[in-house]
C-alpha cells in the first residue's frame, strides 16, 4: 500500500519514461513537419479528437472503479481475516475449558492461536507466490510442518489441522457440541477469505478489455497532435507531454490496482497486516513477546 | 479466461472481421463521391456525430459495467464453490466419528467427498450443455449413476445423494444433530451456488437493451464519414476504421462477457476450477492419484 | 424475459409509433418553413442541443442503470427461489424420519413438497394481481383451500400451512428440535424473498424522477431540428428520426425493465420458473408424472 | 410515495417556482440591455457554458444516484421489516405451544403479535417525529404504555417487551431454548432494521457536497444567457427556463429523495406499510376485525 | 458530521483560500499580458481545455462517489455498532437468569453493559487517536482497567472481558450453551464492525490515483485562462475564480470524506453515536442516571 506522502517523482513516472519519451519526439517531428516543411493541411480540428478523448476517459474511469473495486475488495478481505481471526482467538481462549486440568489446555490453545498467525502469514506469502514455510516454522511445531508437506496450498494444511484439535478438543470434553459448530463456522468464514484472495489473485482482468482501451488510447495519442499542431506552436510539445501522461498515468494505475497481491508498491499490504494480527493474538494470549508493528522503511508497506 | 498475453491478433479482430470489410468499402465509396464527384454538400459538421458518440460511449460504458459485473458475479460463485467444498470436505473429514469401526467410516468419507468433487464437474459441465456423465462416473459408483438417471441436472441429483448420506450418518451415530444440521448449511450453500449459475447462464440479457445500443451504433458509424470527409481526405478511411473498432470491439467484448457459460474463450474457466477443487480435496484425504493442475495450452483456459 | 431472437420489428417500434409520427410531421413542418418560407433565422447552433443531449444521455444511462438493477435483483429473488425451494424439499426429504411407520411420513412429505410448488406458482401469479386459486387447486388439498380464503396473500397463508405442519412433525418426533430450527430458517428465507418481490410491485419508481427526464426529452426533440435544419435539407427528417427513436427506445426500455412482474414480454419469467421447479421438485420425489419444461411460442416467455 | 399519475402540476412546479421567476426577470434584463442598448460584447460563446453544463450534469447524475440510493435502500429496510413481522408472527404462532392450557397461550400469542403492530406503527411515528403514544395504545395494555415512559425510542422500549415475554415463554416450557434463540434472532433482525432506519434519518447527506453542486448550478444558470443570447433574441427567456427548470428540478428530486421520512409526499409510505403489516398479521391470527388497506386519497400516499 | 445549516462561509473557502488567491493573481497576470502588452498569440480555443474539463469532471466525479461511499461505510458500521450494542444489552437482560439469588446477577449485568459502553466510546476515540482511557474509567472498575494495560487497542481488551464473563455466566448456570453462543455471535458482529472501521482509518486511499486527479485539476487550472482571456476581457477573473473554486472545492470535499475518522468536522459523529448509545442502554437498564443527547454547539457533531 502507498502511503499517503514522499510518493517519489521517480516512481511515478518511472512507470510511463518509454511513452513519454516516445512523445515528446513524435510531437516534435510533427511539429516540425508542421512549422519547417509548412505541410500545413496535416493539421485537424480538434473535435475528433475531442470525441476520441470521451469515450476514452469515460471507459477509463469505469475501468478504473472497477480496479479500485477489486483493490478495495482484496483489503476488505483481509480486513475480516483480522476480524476472524481476533474472534478465533477469542473463541479458543474463552470456549475451551478443561475442568480437571487446566495446564493441558494451556499449551493446546497456545499452539491453536499460534498455528493461526502462522496461517495468516502463510496465506500472504502464498498470495505473492512467495515460500511461506521459513515463517510458518516460526509458529508451528516440526511434526505440523510435516504433515503440511503434501499441501500445495499451505493455509489449507494449516486449516486441517485446526479442524483436527477442534475434533480431538471435542472428544476430550473441552467444548461442547455446540461450541465446537460455532468455532468451526470461524474457521469457514476464514476459509472463505482465502478462497476469495485466491479468486483475485488467479482471475485475470478481463484481457480484451484492458486491450481495447490501450489502443483507443495509444490513437488518441497519435491522433491528439494532429489536432494541437495549429493552435500551440511548439508550445504543442509540453501540452501533448501533460495530457498524455494524465492519460497513461490513469491506465497504468487502474493496471496496478487491479492486481493487488503481486509484490508491488500498490499491493495489499499483507505483512503488515499478519503483523498485527500477531500482535493482537499474542496480546490475548498474554504473551512476554509481542513483536513491534512495521515501521514503513519507504513510501509504501507490503 | 483469457490469459495474459499471447492473445492472438486473428481471435481479436476475427470477430469484427466483416464490420471493418464493410466500413472500409462504405469509407471508400463516400471519399470517392466526394472527391471525385465533387459532391460536397454531404459533408456535415463533426458536431452531429459527436452527439451521437458521447451518448453511444456512455450507453456502452453502462453496458459493459454490466456485462463486466455479470462476468465477474459467475466468477464469484464458483469461487464460493472452492470454498464450499473445502470446507464440506473438512466438515465430513474432521466432524464425523465413529467409535467403535473407524474402517468402515473411512471408505464412507471417501465416497462422499469424491462426489463432490463428481458435483464440480458436473455443474460446470452441464452450464455448458456438455453431458456430464463420463467425467461424473469417475468419481462415483455405477449405482448412484443409475439414481441419476431421473434427473435433468445430475447435480441436483448428487445433492440429494450427499443428503442421503448424510442422513444414515446421523442413524449410525457417525455425526450428532448439530454437526448432520451444519453441513447440510454447507450443502445449502453449494445449492445456492448451482442455482446462482444457472440463473446467470438461463437469463437473457435484456435483449431490447442490446439491441438499442447497436442500432444506435451503426447509426454513428453510418453518420461517421460525412463528418470526417471533409477533414481528413483519403486518410479518412483508416481514422474511420480505427474509430469503427474501437467501438465494435467494446461492444463484442460485452456481448462475451456478460455470457460466461457457452464454451468460449471469455468463459469462466469452470473445468480448471474443478479440477484445482479435486486436487484439494484429494490432498485433503491424503489421496497418492492427486492429478497435476491444468496447464493452458493457449491464450485461454475452460 | 425476451429471448435472444426474433423480436418482432412491430414489436420494437410498436411502442413508440406515435411519437415517431409526430416527429415526422414536425421535422418536415420545420424543413419546410425553413426552405421554402426562408425564415432562416430559426436555425440555431447544434451546441445548444448537445448540451441538453449530453445531460439527458447522462440521466437516462444511470436511469436505465436503476431499471436494470430493478430487473436483475427481480431475476436475483426468483433465482433465490429456486435455490430455496430445492433445499427445503431436500431438508423435508431427508431430515424427517418415522422409524416406526414409514408409510405415513410419505404421503406427509408429498403433501408438504407439491405445496410447496404451489406457493411458487401463487406467487408469481399473485404478483401479476391474478387469481392464482386454479393453479394452487392442482397441487393442495381441498380442506387447505379453504383455509386460505381468509388471506388476501394466498402465498401467506401457504407459508403458514407449512409452519404448522412443521410444528406437527416436531410434535409426532418425526423431526428434532434443531431440524424444526432448519427448516424454519428456509421459509423463512422464503418469506423474505415473497417480501422482496412484493416491494419491488409495489413500490413505484420515483414518478418525479420519470417524469423530469420525459419532460428534458421532449424539449430536447423539439430544439433538435432547429439545430439540424441547415446542416441536413430535407435528409434532416430521417436523421431526427433516428436519434429520437434511439432516445425514446432507451427510455421505454428503461421503463419496462423497471416493473418486471406485469404480464409484459419484459416480465421476469415467473411461470417459466415455477414450471422448472415443479420439475425438480418432482425428480426429488420420484414422482413420475414429471411435466415438461415450457417451451416457448413467441418471442419471450412469461 | 408518489403514485404513478395525477402528480398535479402544482406540486411539481411550486418547488422552483422563485427560481423560474428570478430566472424570467433576469433573462429578460439580459435580453433587453443586449437588444435595446445594444451592449452586444456581453455575449460569450456557448462553450464555456457548455463545460459547466457537463460538470454539473455529471455530479448530478451521480448525486440523484447516491439520493435515489438512500431512497431505495429505505424502501428495502421497510421491506425486511415486513418479512420479519411476517416471519415472526408465524415463529410465535407455530413454535409456541402449551401441552397442558392451550388457552393460556393464545391470549399470550395475541398480546405479542399485537404489540409486533404496534412496534411498526411505533417506528413509522418516531421516523417522522410525530408522537406514536396514540397509535401505540390501540394494540398495548395501559400497564406496557406506562413500561415505555422512559424510554426515548418507543420501539427500542416495545422490543425489550417482546424479549421479556419470550424470557417468560421458556420459563414456562412453552418453547425450548432452540427456539427461544430463533425467535430472537428474528427480534435482532428486527433491531438492525430499526437502526437502520434511524441512521438514515440521523444522517445529513454530506452538505457541503449539495452546497458545492448548488453554487456551481447557479453559477451556470447565471452564465447561461451570455451564451443564449445572440442565438434565440428574445426567445432565450423561454429557451432559458426550460433548461433551468430541467436542471433545479432534477436537483431538488434528488434533494426529496435523500430523506425519505420526512412527513412529505416523496417519503417512504411507512403508515400504508404498517397498515399492511397489521392486515396481514391479524390474518394470521384469524382475527375478525382486519381493517381495510389505505386507499390513498391524493396523488401519494404517506 | 456537518449539520444540515449554519456551515460558516469561512469554513467553506478556508479551505482553498490559497488556490484561489493564486489563481487570482495568475488570472490577472495573463490578463495584463494580454490586454496591455497585446501578446494576443497566447489565446487557445477553449477545445482544450474543455476536453481537459471533461476528463477531469469524470474522474472526479467517479472519486467523490469512491469517498462518499467510503464515508458512507463509516456510517453504516457505526449504525451496526448502534443496533449490536441494543441487541447486546437486550441479550443479557433476558436471556440471563439466575433461579436463586437474582440480586447477584443483576450487578453482574449491570457491569457488562456498561462495559458495552464503554467499548463504544474507546473504540472511538481510538479511532482518533484519542486516549480513550479517561473515558472508560467512568464505566469500568478499576480492576478491569488494569487488564486493559497490556493491549495496544483497548477495545479488543474490552472485548475479551465480555468474553471471559460470558464463560463465567455458563459455568454459574446462569445462560445455557445456546444462549452463550447466540451472544457471542453478537460479540463477533461488534468485533467485525471495530475492524471495519479500522480498516478504513488504516487504508490510504490510493495516494496515486489522488495525485494523478490533482495534477491533471492543476494543469487545467493553469490551461484554462489562455481559453478564456479572448472572451471575457477583465470579467475572465471571477469567471475563473468560479470555476477553479467548484473544482477544487469537489476534490477538496472528496479528501475530506474519504477518511471519516480525523477529529474534523465531516468526521462520522462516534462520540455522539456513542452518548445515544449509552441512553438507549441505560434506559435499557432502567438506570436513572441517563445524560442528556450532545446538544450541537457548532456547524458540525462529532
Not at 505541410?39 to 471507459?59: A, E, H
Not at 476459509?191 to 483507443?216: H, Q
Request: hydrophobic fraction near 45%; aromatic fraction near 12%; proline fraction near 5%.
Amino acid at each position: 500500500m502507498l502511503l499517503k506522502n514522499n510518493i517519489p517523482i521517480g516512481y511515478i513516472f518511472g512507470k510511463i519514461k518509454y511513452e513519454i519519451l516516445f512523445v515528446t519526439i513524435y510531437g516534435i517531428a510533427i511539429e516540425v513537419i508542421y512549422q519547417n516543411f509548412h505541410i500545413t493541411n496535416i493539421s485537424i480540428p480538434m473535435t475528433v479528437p475531442t470525441v476520441l478523448g470521451t469515450i476514452i476517459s469515460l471507459l477509463l474511469a469505469f475501468r478504473s472503479n472497477q480496479a479500485y473495486d477489486r483493490w478495495w475488495e482484496a483489503r476488505i478481505i483481509w480486513g475480516a481475516i483480522v476480524n476472524d481471526s481476533r474472534s478465533f482467538a477469542r473463541q479458543i481462549i474463552f470456549l475451551m475449558e478443561d475442568p480437571f486440568q487446566p495446564e493441558n489446555i494451556e499449551a493446546f490453545k497456545q499452539r491453536i492461536i499460534k498455528r493461526q498467525i502462522a496461517w495468516c502469514y502463510a496465506l500472504g506469502k502464498g498470495l505473492r507466490k512467495d515460500d511461506p514455510m521459513p515463517l510458518i516454522r516460526k509458529f508451528v511445531s516440526e511434526e505440523e510442518c510435516e504433515y503440511l508437506k503434501d499441501y500445495d496450498n499451505k493455509h489449507v494444511g494449516l486449516q486441517q489441522l485446526h479442524a483436527r484439535d477442534l475434533n480431538n478438543a471435542l472428544k476430550q470434553g473441552w467444548i461442547n457440541p455446540y461450541q465446537q459448530i460455532e468455532i468451526d463456522r470461524t474457521i469457514t468464514r476464514l476459509c472463505d477469505a482465502m478462497g476469495k484472495c485466491e479468486r483475485i489473485k488467479n482471475t485475470v482482468f478481463p484481457s480484451t478489455y484492458g486491450l481495447y482501451i490501450k489502443m483507443a488510447l495509444h490513437f488518441f495519442i497519435l491522433l491528439l497532435p494532429f489536432g494541437l499542431v495549429q493552435l500551440f506552436g511548439f508550445l504543442m510539445v509540453p501540452v501533448l507531454i501533460v495530457i498524455t501522461a494524465c492519460f497513461f498515468l490513469i491506465e497504468k494505475m487502474a493496471i496496478h490496482l487491479q492486481d493487488p497481491f503481486e509484490n508491488k508498491p500498490t499491493d495489499t499490504p499483507v505483512l503488515t497486516i499478519s503483523r498485527n494480527i500477531e500482535r493482537d493474538l499474542k496480546q490475548m494470549m498474554k504473551d512476554k513477546h509481542v513483536p513491534s508493528a512495521y515501521e514503513p522503511d519507504a513510501f509504501f508497506i507490503l
